[in-house]
């Protein structure tokens, strides 16, 4: 019989046992493969439709967050109205996004209705027609919403930064403009449509419970469609960067604001680079997460911002390392130089053990839960696949995290925390 008086055993979460959830591949006769993660408890399914068709593709700007956007708004046979009201009768989600390099479409439903909404969202990838007048009220909303946001000066610090690292031509640094959405024509977005929707590169990824027939069913609305293999590379394209060369700049933006949006960023290797899963360790120890160094130091003692945060940038092609925040604009060289100042301790001495196992435990606790559902193993496995990885990639993380020692992380900092190779950014 269990004593409640004796407190059970602790354990750090750095000995628990991860797995990986594997998926089922599948390939349709048109090549699109097709990714399924069947978990879970309850009746509820994903799909995920990827295609190579972010802003990576496009050749006049906001061409790809258009079509992507105007997807849902109507067919040959159905407008707006009557596709939402078609997915919202059987209580299904149907959402697009659409990023640098990719953008898709997701589905949320319940298992069971799947099979009546899967011809539909055939509909959409082959006979969109992204009506005009709706291609106006999405031009008149965007516009509205960029004049509020450049308001603000955490979005104009975020839009800059980009811009400064790679290239105000470059798809990761380009910023849109109220001239750049009144400038968007019909005429330009069908054949961006034609050719990376219609005929583009897709794979699918399925998670949740799998009801039966689903793979018959996707081979039936998807597979006979003249979409491509994800592999095929017959449309890459390259975009070489073009960083500028003044590193620090000062923006007035809002002479009445009270705070000032800081970034301070550099370019980083893709997750392709030997170094990129080691210094996501040393990332979490500086700032990466609530107890890291710039949290503790520049919230919890100085108590110059709400939060301050770094990260690397979630590309394909290229990457970079960012640290964000927004303090008093009185203090905002201030925080800079504490940034500064815990580069430099990171380089000059070695994280104490203590500091490094509650790193530890906190990726570890954070993988957990990355791993806590269907859908949240899609999205890691997603990831993987979209960078040309594999499941070594992830086991090998784990790996990393448990065994890095503080001599390799103090020469990643010796290596990357030299502050002459970093932007600064001030927005006040």
């Known amino acids: 019989m269990l004593n409640r008086k004796i407190a059970p055993k ?13 998926y089922t591949k599948y ?25 190579f068709a972010g802003n990576w593709y496009e050749e006049k700007n906001l061409v790809a967050a258009a079509t992507n956007f105007l997807l849902k708004n109507g067919t040959s046979g159905k407008n707006a109205f009557q596709i939402n009201e078609h997915f919202e009768y059987y209580g299904a989600f149907l ?4 990023q640098h390099e990719t953008a898709e479409i997701t589905l949320h439903c319940l298992s069971k209705h799947v099979h009546e909404l899967l011809p539909v969202v055939s509909e959409l990838i082959t006979d969109s027609i992204l009506p005009e007048g709706e291609l106006e009220i999405f031009k008149k909303n965007m516009q509205q919403r960029l004049q509020v946001n450049l308001k603000k000066n955490d979005f104009v610090a975020a839009r800059l930064i980009d811009s400064y690292l790679f290239g105000a031509d470059h798809p ?21 449509y034609r050719k990376y929707y219609q005929t583009g590169r897709c794979m699918i990824f399925v998670a949740g419970k799998i009801p039966d027939g689903l793979i018959p069913a996707l081979e039936t609305h998807f597979g006979s469609l003249a979409l491509r293999s994800a592999h095929d590379n017959s449309d890459n394209i390259k975009h070489p960067l073009e960083a500028t060369e003044q590193k620090k700049y000062s923006i007035l933006n ?10 301070i960023a550099r370019s980083f290797p893709n997750r392709h680079h030997p170094d990129f ?8 120890i500086f700032g990466g997460y609530f107890g890291s160094r710039l949290m503790t ?3 919890e003692d100085k108590g110059y911002t709400y939060g301050i945060h770094s990260y690397l940038l979630n590309q394909i092609q290229q990457s970079a390392f960012m640290i964000s925040t927004e303090a008093g604009k009185e203090v905002c060289e201030a925080t800079i130089r504490e940034v500064h100042n815990e580069m430099n301790s990171l380089r000059e001495k070695p994280v104490r053990d203590e500091e490094l196992q509650t790193t530890r435990n906190f990726m570890i606790g954070t993988l957990l839960g990355d791993l806590d559902g269907p859908f949240q193993v899609a999205g890691r496995w997603k990831t993987i696949l979209l960078n040309n990885l594999d499941a070594e990639y992830f086991y090998k993380g784990i790996e990393i995290i448990k065994s890095i020692t503080p001599m390799e992380l103090q020469e990643l900092a010796n290596k990357y925390f030299d502050v002459n190779d970093y932007y600064e950014l001030v927005v006040i």
């Open 254 to 263: 809002d002479p009445n604001g009270v705070q000032g949006a800081i970034r």
């Open 277 to 284: 899963q080691k210094f996501q360790v040393l990332n979490n």
């Open 172 to 192: 990761y640094g380009r910023c849109s403009s109220l001239e750049d959405y009144e400038n968007l024509q019909r005429d330009e977005l069908l054949p961006f």
């Open 27 to 51: 390939t349709l006769k048109n090549g699109v493969e097709v990714y399924s993660i069947d978990l879970g408890t309850q009746e509820t399914l994903m799909i995920n439709w990827v295609f």
């Open 10 to 22: 602790i354990t750090d979460a750095v000995e628990f046992h991860l797995a990986l959830p594997p």
């Open 297 to 299: 130091n520049i919230r």
């Open 95 to 98: 959402n697009r996004s659409a």
